[in-house]
């Protein structure tokens, strides 16, 4: 048993040893034989001679002071346009539409028009077998004529004083209820001619002559689609940004790669209660025919553009007891020394993979995106690590415009191609993209503009009432 003890303690105490010089070799070994280090390093072009290559001791102190600081990734403040927007589902539905119903009940005579027909304001549709109430007003007109006749022998009897002006005041009463027949029989004359009640276009016809139709039944559709509407909700936080007015850019499934463009036409004020959702209409010039009510829409309302907006990276923004900060890198007391600056800032619209900053920062501050967890007070001395010499991209602390082969990036120190730089230019992009087709979009297709331009020739349908008499 004392064999075994004997042994155990043997075995901890050379442990011990070893892990005490394994520890003073790699921590006493570099200082003392910093001289041996720097003769051999030049034979062996080894990378021990970067850090020890001075013999003497300020410079090398120095080099070996500025390694010890903590390492750190940074971003240029950067100004571009910033698009305030928000994504929504929503669908089309026409301007006008109408299922023509008859008023009364009959037989079908004449159907004066064919599927899908462009019809207009107050034109005869179909008309309904009519013998009958021709008859109504043909006797309700001889009526008439007997009843004017006998008033007018009446005033003059009532002037010779023949007669009471009793007499008189019957034949007027009565004069006045033939002539309601009339119009009464006239009316339902009316009824059996169905007009178009607007401008448009017919769909599919659901009757054929001869049918026998009660009052109510469909006959068919009139949309009118020179203008769609779209319908669609947003959440509840933005009734305050929403107003009529505004631009809303959409894309339909139907057409993939056609953009349109929308303008808000109302808001409606009351939020809907299980879906916390506000309601809104925006109306789309539609006269070259390419939508369709019932189509499914993807809107992306567009409730204004913030020009010379101040964004960062949002790896920069660290939030803290209700409050936001980031840590600024500025120049020291030393030349060429960098310390670390804590600057609450307000932050406003985000986009992905940038944040707008109102408050606390200026156009062309640097800002640390990596490494915030080794600085944990303010003036703590940083090195900024360029993972560019590494990765491809420009030297940090370059002119904003000079980055380097594979950088693709207008800002500072971004990690790679895909830098904070490179979020910026992609951020612009989807920005620019979002606010919808710019003018020049279409120059290589003169073609298509010109047939664009005959097909829109006229007044916006959307910028006029809808029930306006074209």
Known sequence: ???????????????????????????????????????????????????????????????????????????????????????????????????????????????????????????????????????????????????????KRNQELVAQNFISQRSLDESAAALEVSRAKLSLAQATLQRLQVLAPFDGITGLKQINVGDYLKDGADMVNVEDIDAVLLDFRLPERFQAKIRAGQKAQLTVDALPGRPFSAIVQAVDPLIEANGRSVGVRGCIDNRQQQLRPGMFARVNAVFGSRDNALVIPEEAIIPQGGRTFVVKVVAGDKPDALISQRVPVKVGLRQPGKVEILEGLSAGDSVVTAGHQRLQKDGTSVRVVDLAQSGGGRPAGGPPGAGGPGSGAPGAGGPGAGGPGAGAAAAAAQGAGAAGPRPGAAAGKPGAAAAKNVAMAGPNPCLRGADATR
């Open 1 to 151: 048993m004392a064999y075994k003890k004997k042994y155990a303690v043997l075995a901890l105490v050379g442990i011990s040893v070893a892990a005490g010089a394994a520890w003073w070799w790699q921590n006493k070994a570099p200082a003392g034989g910093g001289a041996s280090s720097s003769a051999a390093s030049p034979a062996t072009g080894g990378p021990a001679a970067a850090p020890v290559g001075a013999a003497s001791g300020a410079p090398g102190a120095g080099t070996a002071g500025a390694s010890r600081a903590p390492a750190v990734e940074v971003a240029k403040v950067e100004s571009m346009t910033l698009v305030d927007e928000t994504q929504a589902v929503g669908s089309l539905r026409s301007r006008q539409g109408v299922m023509l119903r008859p008023e009364v009940g009959g037989r079908v005579k004449q159907i004066l028009f064919t599927d899908g027909q462009r019809v207009r304001k107050g034109q005869l549709m179909v008309q309904f077998e009519d013998q009958l109430q021709q008859a109504q007003v043909a006797q309700a007109r001889a009526e008439l004529s007997i009843a004017e006749a006998n008033h």
